[in-house]
């Protein structure tokens, strides 16, 4: 597996590469934004440059119909009987004033433009020539022009009004879609910033209490993540610190169990040495009298030969209590050395008869005579047996409880199966039984190393430990040793020392 710190990540899974990354797709939203607002813009420029020209167009009608109206007002003069050399300079000037609008005129409505140059003619040749009826045809023809221009004022007024309400419309519907992709933006905006800067917090804030709890030396879970970037590596690597203290208290909790079994095995190993021999003198000294007495008189009396004989018995049954309290007495080996398991097994359930938790319990051995010797740590042993009864009396329900141990020899493997008819364990709990500091009792008498060490001292030894359970039926404990040379065992040892 590849170390946190030796991982290298594509600059795009960093924290600084999607923050710019979001920057650029920002900037990009931004932009086009900006180029919609100026194809608006343009749109709306080019309807006030019509609105402009229509203004414009509708400057010359009025100009024109303003000249129209007062060439009639002149003709009208000159039909009346008065001074005409007067009223004719007059026309005339209202003439060229009249060509210049419809000039004009006939640029804007091309269509129209014969129509007033024909008029044109008309008027310019009743300049140079007047008669009256010419000049009644020439007003009836600008009475009519006349009404031609006020129509054309009027559509133009009308199209003016057109432009007005589209570009209100436009301008209206171009505010909104702006005001709308602006309010889109900050919204996905605050949705992206608060889905990544919260996640962000949210793993920083786990990060801050895992490191808590390691510090305080809690047991802790590892932290999960899908992230890749930074903030993954980083929860990854402290999983990986927290696995390895994790393992470092339980190899540490394993030598002080070792130590305080060996330094309480020591202890009583020295006070059992001292009972041994000052109770082993007594206990010789009466039984040899008691003899002596029963050989050196012959005519003892009835009460007095069975009190020699219960005497004998006491005898006998301190010597055996003396004989178990020189197994205690007996050196604990670190070492690995040639065992007779078996032996172990007799010696350590003959022990449990002292202890009153055993009392009434009914302890079953079967033990397979054909056993080999095998190389292993003694004192390792008895307290891997120890921690397993321990466990099986705990587990008692009922007044009868039982405790069967077997060891049998299959396929080359010794096999040790301990098994009770206590409470038992679900899946649930049987599927943590083994790990450490895991316990169902109460955490202040119990520390939860009990099964977890009897697991490492079957690794040191090469060996298998199963426990099958039923909830209120009883469990069974098996393991297997692999019968091995001593300087595999002893190898294998090393490697599952703390």
């Not at 993954?232 to 339980?250: C, F, K, M, P, Y």
């Not at 466990?391 to 409880?401: F, G, R, Y």
């Not at 009990?450 to 060996?463: E, N, P, T």
Request: some cysteine; charged content about 25%.
């Amino acid at each position: 597996m590849t170390s946190p710190e030796n991982k290298k990540l594509s600059f795009y899974k960093t924290i600084r590469g999607r923050v710019l990354l979001f920057v650029a797709m920002l900037s990009i939203y931004a932009c086009a934004l900006f180029i919609y607002s100026l194809d608006q813009k343009d749109i709306l420029l080019q309807k006030i440059n019509e609105i402009d020209a229509l203004q414009e167009t509708e400057t010359v009608l009025v100009a024109a119909d303003l000249a129209v109206f007062d060439a009639i007002t002149q003709l009208l003069i000159v039909l009346e009987p008065v001074e005409k050399g007067e009223v004719l300079l007059g026309t005339h000037e209202h003439f060229n004033l009249l060509t210049q609008h419809y000039n004009k005129l006939s640029k804007l409505y091309p269509e129209r433009a014969p129509s007033f140059f024909a008029l044109i003619s008309s008027l310019a040749k009743v300049v140079m020539s007047p008669s009256l009826d010419d000049l009644r045809v020439v007003k009836d023809n600008l009475k009519q022009h006349k009404l031609a221009l006020n129509e054309l004022i009027q559509a133009n007024l009308a199209s003016r009004q057109k432009l007005f309400k589209e570009y209100k419309k436009i301008s209206d519907q171009a505010v909104n879609r702006l005001i709308l992709l602006t309010l889109a933006g900050i919204f996905i905006l605050v949705i992206i910033s608060n889905l990544f800067f919260g996640k962000v917090a949210f793993d920083i804030k786990r990060v801050l209490e895992q490191i808590k709890d390691i510090v305080a030396r809690k047991q802790c879970p590892p932290l999960a993540t899908k992230r890749d970037d930074e903030i993954g590596v980083l929860i990854r690597g402290i999983n990986e610190l927290s696995t390895a203290l994790d393992e470092r208290d339980r190899q540490l909790h394993i030598e002080r169990i070792d130590r305080s079994y060996f330094e309480s095995v020591g202890a009583i190993e020295k006070l059992t040495t001292g009972l041994v021999h000052e109770l082993g003198n007594p206990i010789a000294a009466i039984d040899g009298i008691a003899i002596e007495i029963e050989r050196s008189r012959e005519d003892l009396s009835p009460e007095l030969q069975t009190n020699i004989t219960l005497i004998k018995d006491y005898c006998d049954k301190l010597q055996l209590i003396n004989n178990d309290l020189a197994y205690l007495a007996t050196p604990t080996s670190k070492e690995y050395q040639l065992i007779d398991f078996n032996s172990i097994i007799r010696k350590t359930a003959s022990l449990l008869h002292y202890d009153e938790r055993w009392y009434g319990v009914d302890v079953e051995l079967s033990l397979d005579s054909t056993l080999p010797a095998f190389y292993a740590c003694d004192g390792k042993l008895r307290l891997l047996l120890n921690s397993i009864l321990v466990n099986s009396l705990e587990a008692k329900i009922q007044d009868k409880h039982k405790v069967i141990i077997e060891t049998s020899y299959i396929d080359d493997k010794i096999c040790l199966m301990i098994k009770d008819n206590g409470i038992g364990m679900n899946d649930q709990v049987l599927a943590q039984a083994c790990d450490a500091f895991f316990t169902t009792k109460d955490p202040s008498e119990h520390n939860g190393m009990g099964l977890f060490s009897c697991l490492s001292i079957v690794k040191a030894h090469k060996g298998n430990l199963y426990i099958t359970s039923t909830p209120n039926q009883g469990t069974e404990v098996g393991i297997t040793f692999v019968v091995t040379t001593s300087d595999d065992q002893h190898d294998e040892g090393e490697q599952f020392e703390p």
